[in-house]
Structure formats: structure tokens, C-alpha cells
């Protein structure tokens, strides 16, 4: 009963140790992300009133100023943008005279369905590659990771633009571009999803020929157990469990890889949004949106931390 | 019983010549090694001396026409204004290489100096670089590059620093943990108790340590600085046009990949087979480095 209260105990101090670590990524992210602001402010009352080529008279800047707090001392202008990132205001975009949350939000939906998708079909591809070939025969494991370290050699972009030619100009299998369902998904998913796969299937099958060396493996062999049915339900079970510690690379590439595949494939999105933002130079809207993905990796390994630990309870102890 | 006997003959013994030989043996070089490594001399002649290479001008219009598939002219065909494709694949290696060598070259500097700082400065300056190091590491590399192109602007020049700067906090973290490994060493101890100073023991004994492994890590993230460079050149961030530059290549091929898919393969593959051979070579490193080490 102690013990298990004791461990209980452990488990809270370590979620509240990782929250606050989070908490503290992410204030640090919102301070860098205000002195790129302010730093590159010196005309944002300009871009304000009117973009390019604008000539506002002095009083009309001074009234920009006031109404965006610029003209506050710096620490009440940090203040400010801190509290105003509490309420999930990122700040209003410079060229599109909407709110940086909007603009997001409006974009989200298509990037999440994209992000999801691949992130599935990266998982289901490595776990099947990988168990049919952990521990297998010497040319299966060689073609199998020779065949990984190529695709992961593949910069996305020129992946989607392979898969483009064979797929869509070649056979007209699948839509060149577009947000219409299904069928426009296949593609950019794929793109997004093969490299991240093949990683994935490295060290799932480098994990997995580890387990299938344990004692216990022996034991269900020896109890008569399929050499399938070994390996789905007693290696994979553990192999996953390291597969989660790469949820940070997962995120990374697939945010990153949303810029690419959604401008190639012409697909509404985050990605999209991201690079219209840097080609017009709207800073707050970059600054949003890189904002909001290091607030997703954040909440995602936050929740991927607690749920290790809850499931692996030697996380805990070490 | 398999599992039993592996690990008894695997023991070396370190002055059995049949170990050595053995071993000598698994180190030799493989096929694939071997022509990764030739593709990347290939690709260093290019970027040194392309004429020695290129059959043609790289800017020169053909008078032969535009789009040509592949032929006895042109081995690879012509673009949409007619310049040999070959030849700007073998004069894009030069801004390809600067941009993966150059990139990595700084970012492995930048890293080195945080980590170091961090790992031998106090408590307070160790928090806050790591602390900085932990905000930069949340962001994705690429949004991380495409922020200090909206700051800095658009080039050939920028993307190289913008690369650079996003794998900066990768570095910095692990000189900082092999800073914290060299520091407790034996060897770092002695020198103190001999009464080096304490500048003359970090430049003598940590830094070359601490280092070893970055070499190996940094030959392996070369093929990441390129395709990340590409892939902002693709977005149209890089070198503009007509400059025989492989991502700027691509991006301008794009326009036209329904009539002449050809001309966008070569480029991509280019990056591509750079990439996979940077990465098949640094591997073979890493994996010669670790049987070194234990």
C-alpha cells in the first residue's frame, strides 16, 4: 500500500516536473518570439497603415502606434504580448489585416487531416516491413534496410515530385493537385510519410532483433507459439514502446514536411500559410505559426512522456 | 544454443593474429561504400573544376532546341530554353557542396562555442543556453530555417546561414554532453593535478575530445545541410534563376512537368544520390569510429 502510494507520488512529481519543463520551452519560445517582434518593428506601424509605397502623415502613425501598444516602455509591451498569448491571441498579420489565430485556425483544418494520414501510414508501413523482417535471413535484412536508407535519402520534395510524375502525369491515378478528398490526399500522405517510415522501420527492426533475443521469446517458442504470433504479440508489444521516444522526430519532420508537400501539391494548409508568410515577410504571422508548432511538440511529447511513464513504470524509477 | 555460442567467439582476443585478421576483414570495404565514395570524388572534381566535365556551357543556348530528350548531343537532354542539362547538373555540384560543407562547417563552430560555453561555464550560463538550445530544438528545423529567411532575407548566402543556424542547437547539445564526459575523465584530472591552467586544459584536452565524435555526426548531417538547402532553393528562397543550381533547377522545372517530366528527374536525382552517398559514407565511419572505440 505504501509503495504504491509512494509510487503514485512519483509518478505526480515527475508529470509536474515535465509540465513545467514544457511551460518553460514555451515562455522561452514567446520571449525569443517577442524580441524578433520588436526587433523588426521599427517599421511595423508602416506595414500596418499600408503595406509598400505608403507615405502616412506622422499623426496617423502616432495613432497606429498607441493602438498597438508600441509606444509602451518594453516590459509592458512583453507583458502584454505574453498575456495576449494566454488568451491565444498570436497578433494580427501584417498582410493579411486578420488575426494570426484566425489565419491559422482557418488553415488547420486540411494540414491536420495531411499530418495524421502520414503519420498512420508511417507506422503501419514500418511495423509490417519490420517484423516480417527482424531477424530474418541475411539479404531480407540487408535489401530491407538498403531499400529504407534510400528512401530516406530522398529530400521530400523531390519524393512528391517523383510520385507526381509516375502517379498523376504518367498513369493519372491520383489529382496533381488540390484539397478535394480523398484522392488528393493519397499522394501528398505518402510523400510525407515514406521517408518518416523508413526511419521508423530502422530502428523498429533494430529494436524488435533485440527483443526476439530475450529469454521470454524462447519461453513462447518453446510453449509452441507461431513464430507470427511471437512476434506481433509478445516483440512488437515491446519494440512500440521505443517507437514512441521518436514522436519528437515524427512531429518535426511531419510539420516541416507540410511547408513542402502542401506547396507542391497546391494544398491549403499551415504549410501553405507558412510560406506566403515569409515571401511577403508578415513576421508575426511566421512567428505565429512557429509558435503554435513548437506549443504542438511540446503538448505532444508532454502527453507521450506521461503515457510512457504510465505504461513503462521503470521510467518512473530511473 | 545459438544465443550462447555467439557471444564466447565474438570475444577478441586482443593478440590472436585470427582475430585480427577477422577483423581486419569485416572493416574492408563495401561495394556500396565504395561507389558512394567514387560518386563524391566524381561530384568534388565537378565542383572544382566543372570544365573538365561539362560538355558545354552551362548558360549557353543550344541552338539545337529546347526540351530535347535525351540524346547523342545532349546526354541528358535540353531545358525549356535550351542549355544542356548535363551540364548544369555538373556545374550545380560546386554551389551544392559549398552549401552542404559550408553550413555544416558553421553550424558544428556555432554548436562547439555554445557547448562549450555551457559545459564549462556556471550553472546560470549552462541553464540558459540549454534553455535556448530546448526552445530552438521544439521548433522544426526547416520552419526554424524559413524564420531566419524572413529575418535575413532571400539568397544563396542566407540559406546557407539559415541551415546552418537550425542544426546549431543539435551541435551545441552534444559537445555540451561530451564536455560534461571529457570533464570527469582521467586524463583531464591529471593534467589539473600537474598544474595546467584551466585555458590550457580545455584547449588542449577538452575541446580536441570533446570533438572526436562531432567529426562522424557532422560528416553524416552534411547530406541533411544539403537536402534542407535544396529544399528551400525548391520553395523559391535559394539562388534564382538561371543559375545552375539543383534545387533552383527544380523549381523552375516544375512549370513544366507535364511536358517534360525528364528534366525534373535529373536534377532531383542528383540530390538525391548526393545525399545517399554522403550518408552511406558516413555511416561506414561511424560504424569504423565505434569499432575503434570499444
Do not use: C
Not at chain 1, 15 to 20: E, N, P, Q
Not at chain 2, 74 to 88: C, K, P, Y
Not at chain 2, 232 to 239: I, M, V
Amino acid at each position: 500500500m505504501a509503495a504504491r502510494a509512494e509510487r503514485a507520488r512519483a509518478q505526480v512529481r515527475r508529470i509536474g516536473a515535465r509540465v513545467l519543463a514544457g511551460v518553460g520551452v514555451l515562455w522561452g519560445a514567446a520571449t525569443l518570439s517577442f524580441l524578433a517582434l520588436h526587433a523588426t518593428a521599427g517599421d511595423a506601424a508602416l506595414a500596418t497603415v499600408a503595406g509598400d509605397g505608403a507615405n502616412p502623415t506622422q499623426a496617423v502613425l502616432e495613432r497606429v502606434r498607441q493602438d498597438y501598444g508600441l509606444d509602451l516602455p518594453l516590459h509592458r509591451q512583453y507583458l502584454n504580448y505574453l498575456g495576449n498569448l494566454l488568451t491565444g491571441d498570436l497578433g494580427e498579420s501584417y498582410q493579411q489585416r486578420i488575426s494570426v489565430t484566425r489565419a491559422i485556425g482557418e488553415q488547420l483544418g486540411p494540414t491536420v487531416a495531411l499530418a495524421l494520414s502520414a503519420a498512420l501510414l508511417a507506422l503501419v508501413l514500418a511495423v509490417t516491413v519490420a517484423v516480417f523482417t527482424a531477424g530474418r535471413r541475411r539479404w531480407v535484412r540487408s535489401t530491407a534496410s538498403g531499400v529504407e536508407v534510400v528512401i530516406a535519402s530522398f529530400p521530400t520534395f523531390v519524393l512528391g515530385l517523383l510520385l507526381l510524375i509516375v502517379f498523376s502525369f504518367r498513369t493519372g491515378w491520383f489529382p496533381v493537385s488540390g484539397n478535394d478528398g480523398f484522392s488528393a490526399l493519397v499522394l501528398p500522405a505518402v510523400t510525407l510519410a515514406l521517408p518518416i517510415a523508413a526511419v521508423l522501420g530502422q530502428v523498429l527492426r533494430a529494436e524488435l532483433e533485440d527483443v526476439l533475443e530475450q529469454p521470454f521469446i524462447l519461453t513462447a517458442r518453446t510453449r509452441g507459439m507461431r513464430d507470427t504470433a511471437v512476434r506481433v504479440r509478445h516483440a512488437l508489444r515491446h519494440a512500440l514502446i521505443q517507437i514512441v521516444t521518436m514522436s519528437g522526430y515524427m512531429i518535426g519532420t511531419l510539420l516541416g514536411g507540410a511547408v513542402i508537400t502542401e506547396t507542391l501539391f497546391v494544398r491549403r494548409g499551415v504549410g501553405q500559410l507558412m510560406l506566403t508568410a515569409v515571401t511577403t515577410k508578415d513576421i508575426p504571422l511566421v512567428l505565429g505559426v512557429v509558435l503554435f508548432a513548437a506549443a504542438v511538440y511540446v503538448v505532444v511529447n508532454l502527453v507521450v512522456d506521461i503515457v510512457y511513464g504510465l505504461v513503462d513504470p521503470r521510467v518512473v524509477t530511473a | 544454443m545459438t544465443a550462447l555460442d555467439v557471444p564466447v567467439a565474438a570475444v577478441p582476443t586482443a593478440t590472436s593474429p585470427t582475430a585480427r585478421r577477422r577483423r581486419s576483414r569485416r572493416r574492408a570495404i563495401r561495394p556500396g561504400v565504395a561507389l558512394a565514395a567514387v560518386f563524391l570524388v566524381l561530384l568534388v572534381v565537378a565542383a572544382l573544376v566543372p570544365e573538365w566535365l561539362a560538355p558545354q556551357d552551362p548558360l549557353a543556348l543550344s541552338p539545337d532546341g529546347a526540351f530535347l530528350p535525351p540524346g547523342p548531343g545532349h546526354l541528358l537532354g535540353t531545358d525549356q530554353t535550351g542549355r544542356d542539362v548535363l551540364s548544369r547538373i555538373i556545374h550545380g555540384a560546386r554551389p551544392t557542396l559549398i552549401l552542404g560543407l559550408g553550413a555544416t562547417a558553421l553550424a558544428v563552430t556555432g554548436g562547439t562555442l555554445l557547448g562549450l560555453l555551457a559545459g564549462i561555464g556556471g550553472r546560470f550560463v549552462e541553464g540558459t543556453l540549454m534553455r535556448l538550445v530546448d526552445v530552438a530544438l521544439a521548433v522544426p528545423d526547416l520552419l526554424l530555417a524559413l524564420v531566419v529567411i524572413t529575418l535575413v532575407g532571400t539568397g544563396t548566402s542566407n540559406v546557407l546561414f539559415a541551415v546552418a543556424f537550425a542544426s546549431v542547437p543539435y551541435y551545441a547539445r552534444i559537445v555540451r554532453a561530451q564536455v560534461h564526459v571529457v570533464r570527469r575523465a582521467t586524463y583531464v584530472e591529471a593534467a589539473t593535478t600537474l598544474g595546467l591552467s584551466r585555458s590550457a586544459v580545455i584547449a588542449r584536452h577538452v575541446l580536441p575530445n570533446a570533438l572526436k565524435p562531432l567529426v562522424v555526426l557532422a560528416t553524416i548531417r552534411i547530406g541533411d545541410a544539403i537536402a534542407n538547402g535544396a529544399s528551400l532553393s525548391f520553395l523559391g528562397l535559394g539562388t534564382p534563376p538561371p543559375a545552375a543550381e539543383w534545387g533552383s533547377m527544380l523549381s523552375t522545372g516544375i512549370q513544366y512537368i507535364s511536358n517534360d517530366w525528364f528534366m525534373l528527374a535529373v536534377p532531383g536525382l542528383a540530390i538525391t544520390l548526393t545525399v545517399l552517398a554522403v550518408t552511406v559514407v558516413g555511416r561506414d565511419l561511424r560504424r569504423r569510429s565505434e569499432g575503434r572505440a570499444s
